[in-house]
C-alpha cells in the first residue's frame, strides 16, 4: 500500500507539469520563511572525504567527515528569563561527524559528538547551554536503493537521532541553543527529500541532557510521529500534513497533534509560509484541546542591488482559557525551537499571539543585513508567560508582553569562518509591568562559526 501509494503521488506529480511559472511543477523548493530552513542530514558542515580537498583522502567516496566549532560572547542586561541583572556569557560548542555508507550497502552508520560548554556566567548551568562530551547521533541505517523507483530509497534507522522537520517549530534540533535536541528509537524514510513525495515514520523516546554525566533516552516517554510532503504542485503549494503524538506515562500525559504545513514562492517575488495544528488528548485528568497556527507572507525584489525581503509574520498558540476547570487549552510546542519567535530568546509558540515585521538585505554574495519588529501578547490572560515565569490567573494583569526590535549582521569572512553579529531590545507591556520588575532588556551577542572543510 505505501509503494502504490507514494508511486501514485509521484505520477500525479508528474502529469501536472505546465510551462506557465519559472518554478518547475514537482520542483522541490525551500520556504522562504524566516528561520524555517531546516539542518541537513547529515548536518552542513559535513563533506564527502573525497571532496574535502585532502588527497589523502581523496578516494574516500565512502566517507563523510565534519567538524565545527562556535563560540559566541553575550551580553545581556535585565534577562527576563533567568531574572538576572545582568550577565555576559561565553558559550563554546564543539561538534564532530564521521558517516560511512555505500562501501557497506545496504549498512550505513553516522556518529556525532557534541561538546557544549558556558564559561564566565553568573548564572547556574543549565541544560540549555552545557552538556559535555556528548554523543548526539549514534545510529544504524538499512537502505534501499531505488526502492520506490530511480533516486526513490526507504531507509530504517535506529539508534540516536538528531533531525529537523516541517519549520522547525515542533520539531528541532534548536541550532541556536547551545545544546542539541535529539532521541533514541526507530525511523523509516520513504522516499528521498528531493523527489516529489515522501513519509518519514519516527518511533522514538526522547533524550534527557545531563550537563555533567551521560545522557540517556526518558523511558517514561514515547514520541510518534508520521510526515510527508507532496510537491506536484510546487509552484502553487507544497503540502506537509503531519501526526504526531507524545505519550507520557510518569504524568499521564497523551498530545496528538494533527496538522498541514503549506508553503510556495512564486515568479512575481511573493512568498507564504502557512501552517495549521490542532492538538488533543489529556493532561493528567484534564481533557487537552489546543490550536497553533503561524502565517507568513514574503516579497522578494530581486532585480534590486541588495536584493531585499519584506515579510509580515503572525503567530498564535492557544492558552489556558480557566486555570481550575477540566480543560487544558496551552498549545504544547513538543521539541520546537524558540527562536525567530524572538531574538532575546523570550517567546515559544506557547500561549503567544505574535505579529513581526523583518526585511533582509545581501548586499554581497558574503554579507546578508537584518532587521524586525514584533509585538507579543498573551493568547490567555490567565494563562502564563512561560519563559519568563509569569502568570496571574485571575487575569486582571492584562496580556501585552511587550515589543522588540532586533537586528543581525553575517559575514562569511572566509570559506571556513562565518561572523554573526546581533542586537534586541525588548520594552515591556502592561502585563509584564503588573506582574513584577519590568526593565527594559538588553541582549547583545558576537558569534565565530568555525568548520574543518569547504
Known amino acids: ?3 502504490a501509494g507514494l508511486s501514485a503521488i509521484a505520477a500525479a506529480g508528474a502529469q501536472a507539469q505546465t510551462t506557465t511559472s519559472s518554478t518547475a511543477p514537482g520542483a522541490v523548493v525551500e520556504s522562504r520563511g524566516y528561520g524555517t530552513r531546516t539542518e541537513t542530514e547529515p548536518p552542513r558542515y559535513v563533506r564527502r572525504a573525497s571532496e574535502t580537498g585532502v588527497d589523502a583522502l581523496s578516494n574516500l567516496d565512502w566517507l563523510s567527515l565534519g567538524a565545527d566549532y562556535r563560540a559566541r560572547y553575550e551580553i545581556r542586561h535585565h534577562d527576563y528569563r533567568r531574572n538576572a541583572e545582568s550577565d555576559d556569557p561565553l558559550l563554546l560548542r564543539t561538534r564532530l561527524y564521521l558517516g560511512v555508507d555505500r562501501i557497506l550497502d545496504p549498512l550505513r ?3 556525532e559528538l557534541q561538546d557544549s560548554r558556558l564559561v564566565h556566567s553568573e548564572v547556574a548551568d543549565s541544560t540549555r547551554d552545557v552538556n559535555k562530551h556528548e554523543l548526539l547521533q549514534a545510529y544504524v541505517e538499512l537502505h534501499g536503493w531505488d526502492f520506490y523507483g530511480q533516486g526513490e530509497p526507504i531507509r530504517l534507522q535506529y539508534g540516536r537521532l538528531a533531525f529537523e522537520y516541517l519549520d522547525r517549530r515542533l520539531i528541532s534540533r534548536n541550532p541556536w541553543r547551545n545544546t542539541t535536541n535529539n532521541f533514541e528509537g526507530f525511523r523509516l524514510l520513504n522516499g528521498s527529500k528531493s ?3 515522501w513519509l518519514d515514520l519516527l518511533a522514538v523516546q526522547p533524550v534527557t541532557i545531563e550537563p555533567d554525566e551521560r545522557d540517556k533516552a526518558d523511558e517514561q516517554r514515547w514520541f510518534y510521529g508520521a510526515i510527508g510532503s507532496y510537491s506536484g504542485y510546487s509552484r502553487l503549494v507544497t503540502l506537509q500534513p503531519y501526526v504526531l503524538r507524545l505519550d507520557e506515562d510518569q504524568t499521564d500525559r497523551r498530545i496528538d497533534t494533527w496538522g498541514l504545513r503549506g508553503y510556495a514562492a512564486f515568479a512575481s517575488g511573493f512568498d507564504y509560509d502557512v501552517d495549521l495544528s490542532l492538538q488533543s488528548g489529556h493532561n493528567g485528568t484534564q481533557d487537552h484541546r489546543a490550536q497553533g497556527a503561524t502565517f507568513e507572507l514574503g516579497y522578494t525584489a ?3 542591488p541588495w536584493k531585499p525581503r519584506y515579510s509580515a509574520f503572525v503567530g498564535y498558540a492557544s492558552g489556558d482559557d480557566d486555570p481550575d476547570d477540566d480543560d487544558s487549552n496551552r498549545f504544547n510546542r513538543l521539541f520546537g525551537f524558540g527562536r525567530p519567535w524572538s531574538a532575546n530568546d523570550y517567546q515559544v509558540w506557547e500561549n503567544l499571539i ?8 545581501k548586499p554581497g554574495s558574503t554579507l546578508q543585513l537584518e532587521g524586525g519588529y514584533g509585538a507579543f501578547w498573551l493568547a490567555s490572560d490567565t494563562d502564563s508567560w512561560s519563559n519568563a515565569s509569569r502568570r496571574d490567573r485571575s487575569g ?3 496580556d501585552f508582553i511587550g515589543q522588540e526590535i532586533d ?4 559575514w562569511r569572512a572566509h570559506p571556513l569562518l562565518e561572523v554573526i553579529s546581533g542586537y ?4 515591556p507591556g502592561g502585563f509584564t509591568r503588573n506582574t513584577g520588575p519590568s526593565p527594559q532588556g538588553d541582549f547583545f551577542y558576537l558569534e565565530l562559526n568555525f568548520q574543518l572543510f569547504k
Open 1 to 3: 500500500m505505501l509503494v
Open 109 to 111: 552508520l553516522g556518529v
Open 195 to 197: 523527489g516529489v513525495a
Open 302 to 304: 530581486a532585480s534590486q
Open 354 to 361: 505574535a505579529p513581526k515585521a523583518r526585511i533582509e538585505l
Open 396 to 398: 486582571q494583569s492584562g
Open 407 to 410: 537586528g543581525r549582521v553575517r
Open 424 to 427: 534586541a531590545h525588548f520594552f
